[in-house]
């Protein structure tokens, strides 16, 4: 297994990776969330985990700097941005694409990360094979964006957590692409139930296994 640290021009400055190639692999997932820190957070690497298990490649983005996720901390404001977390996403994107030619491209994104995911598949039809959505906010994407996704998507939502559960209905329904909704029985916010990240690692594992066509 290959895995290196990268540096990735986004406009701004350099958003930090890391790449990770299986000696056999079918594709590559590249997981970000809207607060920024991909990288060292340990859901992000326990998702990361369950899919070089399965023969996928993943790219760990930091989509906001450090100085801004401190930032972020006192004010919140970084990761409501959903305009700048689309721009870094794509950049990444953009980054990734040439690097792996030969290869379908996913995009697991978690929280507002959802709604950057969707705007980044949008922007680049040609380059985004399918998304997931763990506990996000695809409805921030606005309509404007949920109309233009092409890529099949995933929604992956605990059931006990209403709120969100009712938003990613309401973005699923403005969808004209292929989109499906997962409910994982009996878990909240964040999926810090026993075993609920588990299923939502495998899971997201078999759709990116099947760029949109597994079932599930």
């Known amino acids: 297994m290959l895995s290196e640290t990268v540096t ?31 990288l060292h957070n340990p859901r992000s690497r326990a998702v990361a985990g369950t899919l070089h298990d399965s023969a996928c490649g993943t790219l760990l983005i ?41 290869l379908p491209v996913g995009l697991f994104g978690a929280s507002t990360g959802a709604a950057a995911a969707l705007g980044a598949a949008a922007a680049r039809p040609g380059l985004v094979d399918t998304v997931v959505c763990p506990d996000g906010r695809p ?30 209905r309401e973005a699923a329904n403005r969808m004209r692409v292929l989109s499906r909704l997962r409910v994982i029985p009996d878990a909240m916010h964040l999926f810090e139930e026993p ?20 079932e599930i």
């Open 139 to 168: 409805d921030l994407a606005g309509d404007e964006v949920l109309g233009h996704v092409h890529a099949p998507v995933l929604l992956l939502v605990g059931g006990r957590d209403t709120e969100i559960l009712r938003l990613n």
């Open 62 to 102: 930091d989509l906001l700097t450090a100085e801004e996720v401190a930032a972020d901390r006192a004010t919140g404001r970084q990761h409501h941005d959903v305009e700048l977390l689309t721009h870094r996403l794509t950049a990444s994107v953009d980054w990734l694409a040439p690097r792996v030619s030969d």
């Open 8 to 38: 990735v021009p986004s406009g701004e400055g350099a958003l930090v990776g890391e790449l990770t190639v299986p000696d056999t692999v079918f594709g590559i997932a590249v997981l970000a969330r809207g607060s920024g820190g991909s």
């Open 195 to 214: 075993t609920a990240l588990n299923e939502v690692a495998s899971v997201a594992a078999r759709w990116f296994a099947g760029m949109g066509q597994a």
